[in-house]
């Protein structure tokens, strides 16, 4: 194409509509980005929710190395609160939670209520860290959710098949740092999808427990022989027959 000034004007069009076309999809790249779930951190979810709306957040698995589990977080709509005010809009976000041994102590771990006395409760390793903001400001400590939120975990075939399919022996804790201790979340198993889920009312550390009943108090049953019974049996009878007589007596001495 010659320089001529028809030809100039025919690459600035040409470079202008290539500008506009340029310019819609880097457009549309950053509004996909502004709406991903991930965040920066390949080891955080996060998703803004509306008031109307809510939301569901998947959990990858990769939040749990050596696990073929995950699970997801549920915030249903016209549930978050501050302050005891409706709020209209909120982000949610998840972080895997990697726990100490010593924070997994029996002695931090409070008694089940759903469970008899002496009880023992076994971290399954999978916890999560879920924080609220609001409007860019972080709202964790104050923020509640009415109806609570729903956090699901996967349970792994193994983790069933040592429960013996029990679906009471599993619930989550969630970490009260006042008490510092960890304390039980109403929750329920489904057993046909092995998927755990709790109700969480507010923002926290949140951890999956497999809990377990006392074990048998050993030599707690007598066993008796039969020679034994035998003569508790004859004792009776003696017993027996001794009042017998002794009754005959009395009646005998009263009517001479």
Do not use: C
């Not at 069933?160 to 006042?178: H, I, K, L, M, T």
């Amino acid at each position: 194409m010659p320089w001529t000034h028809a030809g100039v004007s025919r690459r600035l069009k040409l470079l202008g509509v290539l500008g506009i076309v340029g310019g819609l999809l880097l457009a549309s790249i950053t509004v996909a980005l502004a709406q991903e779930t991930t965040g920066d951190d390949e080891n955080t979810v996060s998703a803004d929710f509306e008031y109307d709306a809510g939301v569901t957040v998947d959990i990858p698995a990769t939040f749990f190395p050596g696990f073929d589990a995950a699970g997801s977080l549920m915030i249903q709509p016209r549930a978050l609160q501050l302050d005891g005010n409706e709020m209209p809009s909120g982000t949610i976000t998840i972080e895997p939670l990697e726990l100490e041994e010593s924070q997994t102590m029996p002695t931090l771990i409070a008694p089940n209520p759903s469970k008899p006395s002496g009880s023992t409760a076994e971290y399954l390793r999978r916890a999560v860290t879920v924080s609220v903001s609001i409007g860019g400001e972080d709202a964790s400590g104050a923020a509640r959710f009415n109806p609570t939120m729903m956090l699901n975990l996967d349970l792994t075939d193994a983790e069933w098949e040592e429960a013996e399919n029990d679906p009471d022996a599993f619930v989550v804790r969630a970490w009260d740092a006042g008490r510092n201790m960890w304390l039980t979340v109403e929750t329920s198993t489904n057993p046909f999808d092995m998927v755990v889920t709790a109700k969480v009312a507010r923002a926290g550390q949140f951890a999956l427990f497999r809990e377990e009943p006392p074990p048998p108090i050993q030599g707690g049953d007598v066993t008796l022989s039969s020679m034994t019974l035998l003569f508790i049996a004859m004792f009776g009878f003696a017993l027996a027959a001794t009042g017998v007589m002794m009754a005959r007596g009395t009646l005998g001495r009263r009517s001479d």
